[in-house]
Antibody
């Protein structure tokens, strides 16, 4: 059984960057394709991208075009922790950010979510 | 991008009702469709994958059908625990993965 535990809520100023962590237990991170999904207040789900591990190499990142140039997904396999960094934050980035994993591009396992509020 | 359109956006129903939610894809996605249930303040929960495969532990009153561009999620007899928001998601294409806008099932 995979468990995903995310870092706590954050408040950021416009223009700043955010970095959310997602610690995996029950599996090793190298066995999983990790995705990030966000949900603005009262809105639907939006896929941001994914990080696929590759044997002995840096993982392959696939980012939604909307976030290209602003998002970076990384992993620390020594601690089984995935990270998602988003830069140049605006108020429209206020959302709950989820890490999620599963097979073939759908998600059996989700983190509990991290609320990031962007406010001056 | 593959657009996913759900209808209705809100549905009012009573316990025991049969409920059907529709999800339409802007292009064919085969059977690469998942359904999720989300309750306020919680992460989504996977109900169905590959359009009709029920996840382990999900009650049998939930069922999914469809292929190509038209899909449905049916709850055969609505229970109090089923009042939630439901999302469809296509995983035929990673460019990008996309969700429907959601259907909120409310108490009538």
């Amino acid at each position: 059984q995979v468990q995903l535990v995310q870092s706590g809520a954050e408040v950021k100023k416009p223009g700043a960057s955010m970095k959310v962590s997602c610690k995996v237990s029950g599996y090793t991170l190298t066995e999983l394709s990790m995705h990030w999904v966000r949900q603005a207040p009262g809105k639907g789900l939006e896929w941001m991208g994914s990080f696929d591990p590759e044997d002995g190499e840096a993982g392959e990142q696939i980012y939604a075009q909307k976030f290209q140039g602003r998002v970076t997904m990384t992993e620390d396999t020594s601690t089984d922790t995935a990270y998602m960094e988003l830069s140049s934050l605006g108020s429209e980035d206020t959302a709950v950010y989820y890490c999620a994993t599963g097979s073939l591009g759908y998600f059996q396992y989700w983190g509990q979510g991290t609320l990031v509020t962007v406010s001056s | 991008d593959i657009q996913m359109t759900q209808s209705p956006s809100t549905l009012s129903a009573s316990v025991g009702d049969r409920v059907t939610i529709t999800c339409r894809a802007s292009q064919t996605i085969g059977s690469w469709l998942a359904w999720y249930q989300q309750k306020p303040g919680k992460a989504p929960k996977l109900l169905i994958s590959k359009a009709s495969t029920l996840e382990s532990g999900v009650p049998s009153r939930f069922s999914g059908s469809g292929s190509g561009t038209e899909f449905t999620l049916t709850i055969s007899s609505l229970q109090p625990d089923d009042f939630a928001t439901y999302y469809c998601q296509q995983y035929n294409s990673y460019s990008p993965l996309t969700f429907g806008g959601g259907t909120k099932v409310e108490i009538k």
